[in-house]
Nanobody, 122 residues
Framework: QVQLAESGGGLVQPGEFLRLSCATS????????MGWYRQGPGKERELVAT???????KYADSVKGRFTISRDNKNNTVSLQMNSLKPEDTALYYC????????????????WGKGTLVTVSS
């Protein structure tokens, strides 16, 4: 069974930084798109950033220039460097990956982590 596990969340002050990491496990054959989504208090889940298997990135306008997504294809991990954090970045951050696994080797299936909480407050 494929699993995603986020780490790195916490409480920081405005202007500070955090680095989120997402580790994968299970019978993984291939990983396509990876990314980070977030859900703030009273808000719907929204895209933060994605990165393709050949490292093409996409960012939400609200985080461009502050956040950087990266991936390690050897270790099947994805990270999110978050700089200049703002109170509006407060949210539960979810890791996402499209994974071809031993369970369904003919297609990529969506997988999600359980989330890591980021709180930005003075």
């Amino acid at each position: 069974q494929v699993q995603l596990a986020e780490s790195g969340g916490g409480l920081v002050q405005p202007g500070e930084f955090l680095r989120l990491s997402c580790a994968t496990s299970g019978r993984i054959l291939s990983i396509g798109l990876m990314g980070w989504y977030r859900q703030g208090p009273g808000k719907e889940r929204e895209l933060v950033a994605t990165i393709s298997s050949d490292s093409i990135t996409k960012y939400a306008d609200s985080v461009k220039g502050r956040f950087t997504i990266s991936r390690d294809n050897k270790n099947n991990t994805v990270s999110l460097q978050m700089n200049s954090l703002k109170p509006e970045d407060t949210a539960l951050y979810y890791c996402y990956a499209a994974i071809k696994s031993g369970v369904a080797p003919w297609t990529f299936l969506d997988h999600w982590g359980k989330g890591t909480l980021v709180t930005v407050s003075s």
